[in-house]
């Protein structure tokens, strides 16, 4: 199956709202700051670089999400595929795995496409057991077989590292696998 990888952004989704002069206003009772909707995740046109594949001319080319060019190049009519996404369930990773949802269900209504979005649910605290956290997670997702796309753009720093690495060990885990079925096959000896 074909799996496609990415963290979900944590860009804000809501700002503190100014008066007519800039300012911020501040709550009678709390006295913070009143916050207002604000997505900071605008859409935008992805140009590919040395893979003209992937340009995306669907939805007049615009998306939050630099997967949706590659899930378009892709992804098959009448083939299911999943996008994984890695998911920290903060209030702005809830609104923009919602608008991935969107994105994604409409692209295959137009592709053809069979789409799963999976969350996969991380606890970020931003130390290196949020790390062990995204490489033991992403393991359970990675099965013989599939081909695997990655994206590292909406991530904190470290997260990438976590993702690559599992990734690299699924791609080497199935390699010895294939290799010790190649062995049993060509010679008929049991590994």
């Given at each position: 199956?074909?799996?496609?990888?990415?963290?979900?952004?944590?860009q804000?989704?809501e700002?503190?709202?100014?008066?007519?002069?800039?300012?911020?206003?501040i709550?009678?009772?709390?006295g913070?700051?009143?916050?207002?909707?604000?997505?900071?995740?605008?859409?935008?046109?992805?140009?590919?670089?040395?893979?003209?594949r992937?340009?995306?001319?669907?939805?007049?080319g615009?998306?939050?999400?630099?997967?949706?060019?590659?899930?378009?190049a892709?992804?098959?009519?009448?083939?299911?595929?999943?996008?994984?996404?890695?998911?920290?369930?903060?209030?702005?990773?809830e609104?923009?795995?919602?608008?991935?949802?969107?994105?994604?269900?409409?692209?295959?209504?137009?592709?053809?496409?069979?789409?799963?979005?999976t969350?996969?649910?991380?606890?970020?605290?931003?130390?290196?057991?949020?790390?062990?956290?995204?490489?033991?997670?992403?393991?359970?997702?990675?099965?013989?077989?599939?081909?695997?796309?990655?994206?590292?753009?909406?991530?904190?720093?470290?997260?990438?590292?976590?993702?690559?690495?599992?990734?690299?060990?699924?791609y080497?885990?199935?390699?010895?696998?294939?290799?010790?079925?190649?062995?049993?096959?060509?010679?008929?000896?049991?590994?």
């Amino acid at each position: 199956m074909k799996k496609f990888i990415m963290v979900t952004p944590l860009q804000p989704v809501e700002r503190a709202k100014r008066d007519v002069s800039g300012r911020i206003i501040i709550g009678n009772e709390s006295g913070k700051p009143i916050m207002e909707p604000f997505d900071n995740l605008k859409k935008g046109r992805y140009e590919p670089i040395g893979n003209p594949r992937l340009l995306y001319d669907k939805a007049d080319g615009m998306t939050r999400f630099p997967i949706i060019p590659v899930i378009n190049a892709y992804a098959q009519k009448r083939e299911t595929i999943e996008v994984i996404a890695i998911n920290t369930h903060t209030p702005a990773s809830e609104v923009h795995f919602s608008q991935l949802e969107e994105e994604t269900a409409a692209l295959a209504r137009e592709t053809g496409f069979n789409c799963n979005v999976t969350d996969v649910p991380v606890n970020y605290v931003g130390d290196v057991n949020t790390m062990v956290q995204v490489f033991r997670k992403l393991l359970d997702y990675l099965k013989d077989g599939d081909t695997l796309y990655a994206c590292f753009t909406y991530v904190v720093k470290p997260m990438p590292i976590a993702e690559l690495m599992a990734l690299q060990y699924a791609y080497r885990v199935n390699k010895e696998r294939l290799n010790r079925l190649s062995r049993i096959w060509r010679d008929g000896s049991q590994c």
